[in-house]
């Protein structure tokens, strides 16, 4: 890969301060990046407050519009439509023009999956389950759309075998993988004796 | 099961007109319900304005406070917090209280997560990612934390085999499983020669 410089049209970092990832064809990576840093190094982005960067009343930045079962979506981010757009996409009276999905976005959606999925896992799951959860994650680490994040969680796979004999291994094996990260990124770390009070429970 | 009325303790509907699902315990299940009708049926449902619902400028909602990599988090969500409670979790200075995913926020991170997936899946897949592909959402349908979502979703994948040839195959195949829950809930179909826009490329 050759050297990138400041000046050139493929910065090395991004205005976050952290590396901008380029995809094998040589362009940003949509999911690997902020979409601060993506609009940054494609030259789309825009001054606060220059462009439409308001919900829409009747615009769902998901492809469903509206909630429930294995569908839902309601959080509208159409900061990236430019004011001369119109903020519907063509043909329809609902979806909005959000764009995909950026590093952050990625991750606290899949944090959320993660953690919630060991929240229903059994306290005694069967030989089958078990092997099924274990293969679900390292599958995971295989497909998971940011190829950096997906390399440091199969890593973490490697030297942390996922623990799946009951709920509270599965959630507190997620809530350390999910330390990990934290640390590397200099955030506080989650107290895992809270997860099930996180995820399960609640706080009442 | 014993039958419901809307008087006793175990309502058969909630708020939302949808009905409301217990787990096998007889405890009505978080990711299952909305978190209104969660919020109903178990007496915790506060009236708007009442609580403090607005975010704190210095909580987070997920565990990990900030961004990035198989990490991030920053959708704060505190509504379910009391004003009498104190916002932050015990011993932090950055993690709220914040509760369970409900089924909308389930549902919401799970098609971003799949529809990124889809996005960074290859035009031309190896034969061993076809097969890991097909393998993830075969698992995904059975450790799905939606008990009646997750049948949905196997019912529709044996209906429907999982199309993995190539990226947009598999971004297709995605596009119709979302559009088939959108169908049931009244919502509007996203139009699947789109998907690309949405979750790739972008709408510029």
Not at 10 to 35: M, V
Request: charged share 25%; aromatic share 8%.
């Amino acid at each position: 890969m050759s050297s990138r410089t400041e000046t050139s049209k493929t910065p090395e970092f991004g205005l976050s301060g952290r590396k901008i990832i380029y995809d094998e064809d040589g362009k940003p990576c949509r999911s690997c990046n902020t979409l601060l840093d993506f609009q940054f190094v494609t030259g789309t982005l825009k001054a606060r407050g220059s462009g439409n960067s308001s919900a829409s009343p009747v615009a769902d930045s998901t492809q469903s519009p509206g909630s429930g079962e294995l569908a839902a979506g309601a959080a509208t981010d159409i900061s990236n439509t430019s004011a001369d757009q119109p903020l519907l996409i063509p043909g329809s009276k609902t979806y909005s023009k959000s764009g995909p999905a950026d590093v952050e976005e990625l991750g606290r959606s899949s944090w959320t999956l993660l953690h919630t999925i060991a929240a229903k896992y059994p306290n005694k799951p069967s030989d089958t389950q078990k092997q099924e959860m274990k293969q679900f994650m390292t599958i995971f680490s295989h497909v998971y759309p940011c190829g950096w994040c997906a390399k440091d969680f199969e890593l973490f796979i490697k030297e942390n075998a996922p623990k799946v004999d009951s709920k509270d291994d599965l959630g507190r094996w997620i809530c350390a993988a999910h330390n990990e990260v934290n640390e590397k990124l200099g955030k506080e770390k989650f107290n895992c004796d809270l997860w099930k009070k996180r995820w399960v429970d609640g706080w009442d």
